[in-house]
């Protein structure tokens, strides 16, 4: 349903809760099968349907009507956290230049204290731009890509092309949809401005 209303209770025991909470245990097992095993081609299964499903618990909640609080909080929180760990585990790993992390990092950083500037002055967070989901399914879809070409030696001259076109490409949308964020939340805090200066 497009326009469901907003969720009333905590909802913990739902099926998309659960979808999200096998989710999130695919972690810990991309990080083990990376760094302590040699079972480089499942680290990377692992990590491409952990993080390439994130569109499975959205969508049970809205065809299922369980659309809730904890699954609003805990969705949006796994999608970061394989970004994160997968881009800290890669750079470990050798895979990923620190350029590379920082450049990802940084975008972060500027779009966590964008949503803080915004709370601060009581607005809701800008609204996820099309844009903003195709960079950051780009940018993932190069992790699993990137271990294949690093750690798998078999595949090498197929996946680090891609892998690096993922990449570097997937980072340059990331930019440009953080842009977007930016000039919408800077459109919100100016009309603010303007009404509070029309009251006053």
Aim: proline residues 4%.
């Amino acid at each position: 349903m497009s326009n469901a209303a907003a969720p009333t209770g905590w909802g913990v025991w739902t099926w998309p809760n659960l979808v999200t909470a096998i989710r999130l245990a695919g972690i810990p097992l991309f990080c083990y099968l990376l760094m302590a095993t040699e079972y480089y081609w499942q680290a990377a299964a692992v990590l491409a349907i952990g993080g390439g499903t994130d569109w499975v618990d959205g969508q049970l909640a809205r065809r299922l009507n369980q659309v809730s609080r904890l699954g609003r909080l805990l969705d949006p929180l796994v999608d970061r956290l394989y970004i994160l760990t997968a881009l800290l585990a890669l750079t470990f790993m050798g895979l990923l230049p620190w350029l590379f992390t920082i450049a990802v990092l940084a975008r972060e950083t500027v779009l966590v204290s964008l949503v803080v500037l915004l709370r601060w002055y009581g607005y809701a967070p800008p609204q996820v731009h099309f844009l903003g989901k195709c960079a950051t399914t780009v940018v993932f879809m190069s992790f699993p890509v990137l271990v294949v070409a690093g750690l798998g030696d078999d595949a090498t001259t197929w996946a680090a092309p891609l892998g690096w076109a993922l990449a570097w490409w997937g980072l340059g949308l990331y930019w440009l949809a953080a842009f977007v964020y930016l000039r919408q939340a800077g459109g919100l805090l100016r009309s603010g401005r303007a009404r509070a200066r029309a009251a006053a």
